[in-house]
């Protein structure tokens, strides 16, 4: 709808209806003709711009760093956990991490889902999110196991992340249609910054007040910085227009177009998360980097992450999805097999990181192209109407797929330094190298959409 007068007729003992409601990402039509006597004229906000429309963008930018930022910069608690009692040598604390945002991704359908079978209440699913989340930090802050995080810092933040984060997608279609791919990368681009702030922060904090007080810290801080954001992220459209919808409709599961897509996000995701793991120990064993010229290079991942987050949204309003990913896959898979792997000095490292932030981590900013395709095919075949919302849910839902499998993947990828002296002195063998073999790969099937629309599959 593009902000013009909505005419609501109305009836005796029902609740107004909002006349040509059918779709909130389709301008509504207003009659030519004078109103009628006795009909009400109701005017919504404009899509795509106004206050309400960039307040609404900036309070997700706002929790997207907030709720997400924190599993990114889980690497300064694992270390700090590993080297500190009382968790000191104690086993599974990656698992710490995996959890909190694993459970995420792979939860977003069922709250997607939920948000929409109950949209009278929606709305205030952030706050009850992000209450979850402050209680769940400061209950960690009392834990004396490794299990006791998992349970808290890693398991209860993720389902109190997940359901404070839900209302940002369900209604980002209803603020935005021309400029979605745009909004939705701008929203995205607040993990990167929060990837370069929160690792810093956290550190510092740990080093200097402990653990304990860390977490009681920045649960307080969490409470007070995202309550008030909660007020601005609200729906354009009135309920009824919007009741419609089936979250759990499983046509979509019919169409081949989105399982095509969903294989080369699941694959993508698979080897994405990998540098973000092992590019400070890289570093330091490849080139003997100090501690913080190591970090340098996930801050330098994060950083260009929120370029590429930006960029990526505004070209996917412009040209087909299929286009945006090659442009992505392409980046980041000579970024891995050639930069990376070749990489024989700490700036070409560093070079490397700022590619692959800026074509890796702008894969995510695809889905909305992913998202409007989805869409096409199910009322091109028939099948009715797909909730975008539950689109974004199982695309999130692919990634935590790949998320959680890359963790033991990994170490059975490095794990006694395979091709270490047996290929030239670069990154391929520096005992890294089948690490970063299978970064590239999976980064070039990824990409496999643009081969299968040629192919006429999709």
């Known amino acids: 709808m593009a902000g013009r007068d909505i005419e609501l007729e109305p009836i005796t003992n029902l609740s107004p209806i909002v006349s040509a409601a059918a779709s909130p990402t389709r301008d509504s039509r207003q009659d030519d003709s004078q109103p009628e006597e006795g009909i009400q004229e109701f005017s919504l906000p404009p899509v795509d711009g106004g206050k309400d429309a960039w307040l609404f963008l900036a309070a997700c930018w706002a929790i997207e760093a907030l709720v997400w930022g924190f599993p990114f910069a889980f690497g300064v ?80 933040y993720a389902i109190g992340g997940g359901i404070a984060y839900c209302p940002c997608i369900l209604y980002m279609d209803e603020w935005f249609v021309r400029r979605k791919g745009l909004a939705y990368g701008i929203m995205w681009s607040g993990t990167g910054i929060a990837g370069v702030v929160l690792p810093l922060l956290l550190e510092w904090l740990l080093h200097t007040i402990g653990f304990r007080t860390t977490l009681r810290l920045w649960s307080g801080l969490l409470f007070a910085l995202t309550i008030p954001l909660a007020f601005f992220v609200k729906p ?64 330098l991942v994060n950083v260009a992450s929120v370029f590429g987050c930006v960029a990526m949204g505004w070209f996917i309003d412009r040209f087909h999805v299929t ?21 024989s000095s700490l700036p070409l490292l560093y070079f490397f990181c700022v590619v692959y932030g800026l074509f890796a981590g702008s894969y995510s900013s695809t889905w909305p192209g992913v998202m409007t395709e989805v869409i096409r095919k199910g009322e091109a075949t028939g099948r009715g109407y797909v909730d975008p919302s539950m689109v974004f849910g199982w695309l999130a839902a692919g990634r935590g797929i790949g998320n959680v499998i890359s963790g033991p993947l990994s170490e059975n990828l490095v794990q006694g330094l395979s091709w270490k002296g047996d290929t030239a002195a670069y990154g391929y063998g520096s005992g890294y190298g089948s690490l970063i073999v299978f970064t590239g790969v999976t980064a070039l099937l990824g990409g496999g959409s643009f081969v299968w629309r040629r192919l006429g599959m999709l």
């Open 77 to 156: 608690f694992q270390d700090y956990y590993s080297t500190h009692e009382p968790f000191a040598g104690s086993p599974n604390v990656a698992v710490i991490g995996t959890c909190s945002m694993g459970i995420m991704y792979l939860t977003a359908p069922l709250i997607m889902g939920l948000c929409r079978l109950f949209g009278r209440w929606a709305r205030w699913t952030s706050v009850v999110g992000l209450f979850i989340m402050c209680l769940s930090l400061a209950m960690s802050s009392f834990s004396t196991t490794v299990v006791h995080l998992i349970a808290t810092q890693g398991i209860l």
């Open 236 to 299: 354009r459209l009135p309920y009824s227009a919007t009741s419609h919808f089936k979250p759990f409709n499983l046509q979509m599961f019919m169409m081949p177009t989105f399982w095509l897509y969903q294989l080369g996000n699941v694959v993508q995701a698979t080897g994405f998360f990998l540098p973000g793991i092992y590019l400070p120990t890289y570093a330091r064993s490849a080139f003997g980097a100090a501690s913080y010229s190591s970090a340098t290079t996930i801050l």
């Open 323 to 343: 286009t945006c990913i090659l442009l992505s896959t392409i980046g980041a898979t000579v970024g891995a097999l050639v930069i990376w792997g070749l990489s």
